[in-house]
């Protein structure tokens, strides 16, 4: 029972490249969840998926896409980097009876 | 909207003593759900307990305690027999209705030996 799993752990890229982080979560969660951690401001909430085949904006959505590809994994795309995304990016996931969240180990990002 | 407050930047501790963190929020709602999180130096986040607004009875996880106040909006947490473990970032969150998610900036412990 890996818990909630993400890839890479460490990126850097450079202003304009794309990419996409992967999320996975093996406890049968319906609810997934991605957060940026940048210094001093805790963690906001880029986007959400309640249940498979949903998905819905969080209070800083904007420069991000997400996909829920199915029950387990949940990825985040970013189309064209920007410095402004330099971040720690959370992927979680909970049962949706508010029970709390289930963090993966997060992904630095660098955008240079 | 909603806001979750922590105005303690830092704090720090004796091992094996107490120490309280205060979280305060702000929501129109009736019904939502309070967490404290805790991100040691590894950075991985961990939930540390759970109270649900409707409940009367201040939640307890083993040396772990929150002293809930619905009127006043607070939500403290109350780390009993601190120990060396327990150095970490500290984040209050608040979910309400359509898994409308707030944090806290965090409060950075610090357990002294």
């Known amino acids: 029972n890996a818990g909630v799993t993400q890839t890479p752990k460490f990126q850097v890229l450079k202003t304009g490249q794309s990419m996409t982080l992967q999320c996975a979560q093996d406890?049968?969660?319906?609810?997934m969840y991605w957060y940026r951690q940048d210094p001093g401001m805790g963690l906001r909430l880029i986007y959400y998926?309640?249940?498979?085949?949903?998905?819905d904006k969080g209070e800083v959505p904007n420069g991000y896409n997400v996909s829920r590809l199915n029950k387990r994994e949940f990825s985040l795309r970013l189309e064209s980097a920007a410095p402004s995304q330099t971040s720690v990016y959370f992927c979680?996931?909970?049962?949706?009876?508010?029970?709390?969240?289930?963090f993966g180990p997060g992904t630095r990002l660098t955008v240079l | 909207a909603q806001t979750v407050t922590q105005s303690q930047p830092e704090m720090s501790v004796q091992e094996a003593e107490t120490v309280t963190l205060s979280c305060t929020y702000d929501?129109?709602?009736?019904?939502?759900?309070l967490f404290w999180y805790k991100q040691p130096p590894s950075r991985q986040m961990i939930l540390v307990i759970r109270?649900?607004?409707?409940?009367?009875q201040n939640a307890t996880e083993n040396r772990f305690s929150v002293n809930f106040q619905k009127a006043a909006k607070s939500f403290s947490l109350k780390i009993s027999d601190s120990q060396l473990g327990d150095t970490a970032m500290y984040f209050c969150?608040?979910?309400?209705?359509?898994?409308?998610?707030?944090f806290g900036e965090g409060t950075q412990l610090t357990v002294n030996p």
């Open positions: 109270q649900e607004a409707y409940k009367q």
């Open positions: 969150e608040q979910e309400t209705s359509g898994s409308r998610l707030t």
């Open positions: 929501t129109s709602e009736n019904n939502y759900y």
């Open positions: 979680a996931s909970s049962d949706g009876d508010r029970g709390g969240r289930f």
């Open positions: 998926s309640a249940s498979e085949g949903t998905t």
């Open positions: 406890m049968n969660h319906n609810s």
